[in-house]
């Protein structure tokens, strides 16, 4: 059992809107949570059906939350390797565009001129 730091306890109140006044039922003091261990633990204490059923429920929560955050880990994972190459390949389209319009637009080099020239021109 250990009790939540401030942030963690800040982001558990916007979570569950739970009131950060004392007087209109809310708590100013960091609440103590249990870890899945502590959860396992409290379970062979205690006896009664209802509290082993109620355990059960809790480490299955505990499991199923940590099986969403390795899930979650990987996507994002898998998405910050895509948006990699969707940089490299922004790059190189912009790259390919360039080329295209210099194909398209060639530079023209400059011509001679036809004809007949003036004496003071051909020298």
Do not use: C
Not at 25 to 40: D, I, N, S
Not at 80 to 87: A, D, G, M, Q, R
Not at 97 to 104: A, E, G, I, R, S
Request: hydrophobic fraction near 40%.
């Amino acid at each position: 059992m250990f009790q939540l730091s401030d942030e963690e306890f800040k982001d558990l109140i916007l979570q569950i809107a739970i009131s950060n006044k004392s007087n209109r039922g809310g708590t100013l003091k960091r609440p103590f949570v249990f870890t899945e261990q502590g959860v396992a633990m409290l379970s062979s204490v205690l006896h009664s059906e209802t509290a082993i059923h109620v355990n059960i429920q809790i480490i299955r929560v505990f499991t199923k939350m940590r099986q969403l955050m390795l899930t979650h880990k990987d996507i994002l994972l898998q998405l910050e390797k895509i948006e990699k190459k969707l940089n490299e390949h922004d790059e190189s389209i912009i790259l390919i565009f360039k080329y295209l319009k210099q194909l398209l637009n060639p530079p023209v080099p400059p011509r001679s001129r036809i004809g007949f020239r003036r004496k003071d021109e051909r020298e």
